[in-house]
Structures are given as structure tokens and as C-alpha cells.
């Protein structure tokens, strides 16, 4: 329980600060990073001594598991969430309660406002959210078996890809290698994109079959559990065209400069102009019409933004995935993503899969 007992002091600073006493934290993923529960339909009150979690008698036994010494309020059947929430509050005779207004719903907020007439309801914003852009050392190691289970499912696909195997088909066998090396499953429906769907930054896997195509692009993650992984990785089941050579190249240096710039201090507009540069110079600045990355843990898409309208500094802990692409209607898209810790020396890449073009061609 160290790691969440640290976690909920350094929010009670937090809370300190914007001069409130409790936060009811009813973001679920707000919720499993403060205590490490994975349940669902719970609150956790933090107060200037403590956590208490709200939930129901379908969670009491997996709380004691996940969960030991955390207080517990425990609704009765019949009774409802609002009313155990309006009953602790109460009891602690609490004058002002801050509300994650990111994710509490305008009925919620409207029937506690009215439960508790003489109780002040603050929003508050992203405030464990910005608790959780920088990882401790528990979280990092997770991300590192996620990146780890993310690369031996995708060896055991690319081994056994066939050209008569469809999209559809690679992609639910991915799935299906991510849990036979220990992971919950995928950190999101895994994109796979053969030749001219590549193009479709979010492309969803379709009866296509791969060997129809020269190339196709490999977007996956795993989940470990709690934290994820995101990788996107090009494989070659034809030739390597001229035109195919020359675009890889633009990315995979793209990426190599933007990974060379990640740095505590650097802004994240500034990595994110790295690759750009590299790939405008080349001509094909429109065609890279997205962010260069987003920050990974326990979603696949947390802070911090890697795009050029971001000036936040990166910082020691921080873990973002780094995936330049360049997407040409009709030919195809090209996209090499990696996961990268920001260190107090500069950065560390945390997945290992290859990506030089040599390395991409399947047998």
C-alpha cells in the first residue's frame, strides 16, 4: 500500500493548496490509481486525514483483497450511491467538497447540490491527473512488462503471418498472444491496415487480406492489468518498392530525431517540431497531419500531449509514445510508434521491437 498511501499524500498537498478539505474522486481510473481497486460503480473520498471508498456490497470482498486497511462505506441494497455519498459528507461536517468536474455528471452534481444545500461544491480540474503524468517506480516496471508482452505477441504473429491470413484474422490472433503472455488483453482494439488502408490513422482491421498488399500497418498495446503499452510497427509481405524505402525512411528518421530531443526541460512542442522538420523537409509536411505522441499508464491516452501547441516541459517520469506518420490516400500510410521514459539523464526507449525496413520484411 506504500506507493497509493504516497499518491494520496501528495493530492492532500494538492487539496491543501487550492484551500479545499475533501475531493470525491469519481473518475474510475482516478480511482484505481489512488488505491489500486478495479472494480467499477465505487467513489473515494479523500479527506485531509485519509481515504474512504464508497461502493456496494458486490465489491466488499475484492476491496479487502486489492485494497487492505482502506476504509470502506458499503451502501445497503435499496439504498443508492448519492445517499451513502450525502451521508458521509455529513458526518464529517464538511463545509466545502471538491468535484472532479472533468468527469462528474451534471445529474450528479445537481443531486448532490440539493442533498447538501449548505455545502459548497468546488470543481476542480485534472488535479490527480496531473498527479499521474509523472510514474513512480511501480508504474514504469508495469509499463515495461506491457511493452514486453507487446513485443513477444507480436514475434509470434509476424513468425506465423501468411498472405492468405485477413486483417481481421491478425488482429484476433494478436489479441489472442497477448493474453497467452500473461496480459488482460489488448490496451485497445489492435489496428491492423493492409496497403491503401493504411492510410486511415485509426483504421479497423477488415476481411482485406494481408498478401493482396505490398505492406501493412500494425498498431497494438497490451495491458498488463492496469498499465498499457502502444507500439505500431510496419510489416513487408511483397517487395520493398522505391516509393515504400524512401517514405520508411522519411518516418523511421523522423522518429530517431524526435527521440533524440526527449530530454527533462525540453517542451513537448519542441520534440514534436523535431520530427516534423525531418519529415517537411522531405516534402510531405501535410501528410503528417497529427500530434507526434501522447503520454501512456493507466489509459492509452494520458498527459502529456506531444504536439506543437504544447509548451509543457517534459520531466523525469514521464512516459510517452513517439509515432511520426506520413498517410498518402490511395498508396498507404507509414507510422512507427514507440514508448519512451523521460530520465533525469534524457530518455530511455522501453520497447524493443525492430524497425529498420530489412527488418520488417516477413519470409
Known amino acids: 500500500m ?36 478495479t472494480g467499477a460503480d465505487s467513489y473515494l473520498l479523500v479527506t485531509p486525514h485519509g481515504q474512504i471508498m464508497l461502493s456496494d456490497p458486490r465489491y466488499t470482498t475484492q476491496l479487502e483483497q486489492e485494497c487492505p486497511g482502506l476504509d470502506l462505506e458499503i451502501r445497503r441494497p435499496g439504498s443508492t450511491m448519492l445517499e451513502r455519498v450525502v451521508q458521509v459528507v455529513q458526518r464529517g461536517r464538511f463545509g466545502r467538497l471538491g468535484i472532479e468536474a472533468g468527469s462528474m455528471r451534471v445529474g450528479l452534481f445537481d443531486a448532490l447540490g440539493q442533498a447538501l444545500p449548505a455545502v459548497e461544491l468546488v470543481r476542480t480540474f485534472e488535479l490527480v491527473e496531473r498527479l499521474r503524468v509523472i510514474k513512480d517506480r511501480d508504474e514504469i516496471g508495469r509499463i515495461r512488462r506491457a511493452a514486453w508482452q507487446a513485443r513477444r505477441a507480436f514475434e509470434v504473429i509476424r513468425a506465423g503471418l501468411r498472405p492468405e491470413q485477413s486483417e481481421v484474422r491478425v488482429a484476433a490472433d494478436l489479441e489472442h498472444q497477448l493474453r497467452l503472455f500473461g496480459a488482460r488483453g489488448a490496451s485497445f482494439p489492435p489496428i491492423v491496415a493492409a496497403g491503401p488502408r493504411a492510410a486511415l490513422p485509426h483504421a479497423s482491421p477488415t476481411q482485406a487480406l494481408i498478401g493482396a498488399h505490398d505492406f501493412t500497418l500494425v498498431d497494438w498495446g497490451a495491458n498488463e492489468g492496469l498499465y498499457v503499452s502502444d507500439l505500431t510497427r510496419i510489416l513487408v509481405v511483397g517487395r520493398i518498392s522505391p516509393k515504400l524505402q524512401k517514405i520508411y525512411g522519411v518516418v523511421l528518421r523522423a522518429q530517431a530525431a524526435a527521440i533524440d530531443a526527449i530530454r527533462p526541460g525540453a517542451s513537448a512542442a519542441q520534440v514534436d517540431e523535431a520530427a516534423r522538420r525531418v519529415i517537411a523537409r522531405a516534402g510531405y509536411g501535410d501528410a503528417f497531419a497529427h500530434g507526434l505522441g501522447h503520454g501512456i499508464g493507466l489509459q492509452v491516452h494520458e498527459a502529456p500531449r506531444l504536439a506543437r501547441d504544447q509548451n509543457a516541459a517534459l520531466k523525469p517520469g514521464m512516459v510517452v509514445t513517439v509515432e511520426p506518420g506520413i498517410y498518402l490516400p490511395g498508396w498507404g500510410g507509414i507510422r512507427i510508434e514507440d514508448d519512451v521514459l523521460v530520465t533525469r539523464s534524457g530518455h530511455e526507449v522501453l520497447t524493443a521491437v525492430p524497425k529498420q525496413l530489412d527488418e520488417c520484411v516477413v519470409a
Request: no cysteine.
Open 2 to 37: 506504500g506507493d497509493y498511501q504516497a499518491r494520496g499524500e501528495r493530492l492532500r498537498h494538492l487539496l491543501r493548496k487550492a484551500a479545499l478539505e475533501p475531493l470525491l474522486v469519481t473518475a474510475p481510473t482516478n480511482v484505481t490509481y489512488l488505491t489500486g481497486f
